[in-house]
């Protein structure tokens, strides 16, 4: 019990030792103290990033939803499904994944390290891709693909 304790505490004491701390101040971001990324939000359901050294938009993540009944509950009153559509605009690749805060993105981000020496790496977007999916989420909304024709 003492031997699984110890590597416990030693498992956990590495996680939180190699854990890079993001911030988020005044429309910069800070991985370790270290400004990385500009960070910008719009009309409240869209988020921007670039690199801290130049204003282009690198990616844009916009926050979308739709009703679902059959997954209302106490703690979901409305039955939203929310989602993230991040679009990586150089590459004109896109990726879905469940929603979250700016940090939460930036984490996101970070985690799967699309970003190597301040530039994005393509071969990241598409494991992304391939792990997450390109439209997971609208795939799923019910009514999709319904088309409604208007005759005068």
């Known amino acids: 019990m003492y031997k699984l304790f110890i590597l416990l505490l030693a498992v956990s004491f590495s996680t939180i030792a190699l854990s890079q701390k993001v911030k988020l101040k005044k429309g910069i971001v800070y991985v370790d103290a270290v400004a990385k990324h500009k960070i910008k939000t719009e009309a409240g359901s869209e988020v921007t990033i670039s690199n801290i050294q130049s204003d282009k938009e690198e990616i844009f993540a916009f926050y979308k939803d739709y009703k679902n ?84």
């Open 69 to 152: 009944s059959d997954l209302i509950t106490k703690s979901n009153p409305e039955g939203k499904v929310r989602w993230i559509e991040i679009t990586f605009l150089d590459f004109n690749k896109k990726v879905e994944i469940s929603s979250r805060g700016r940090k939460g993105i930036i984490k996101f981000l970070i985690s799967n390290k699309v970003y190597v020496n301040g530039i994005i790496d393509e071969k990241a977007i598409d494991k992304i891709i391939t792990k997450y999916g390109v439209s997971s989420f609208s795939d799923q909304r019910p009514n999709q693909n319904i088309r409604v024709i208007i005759n005068n």
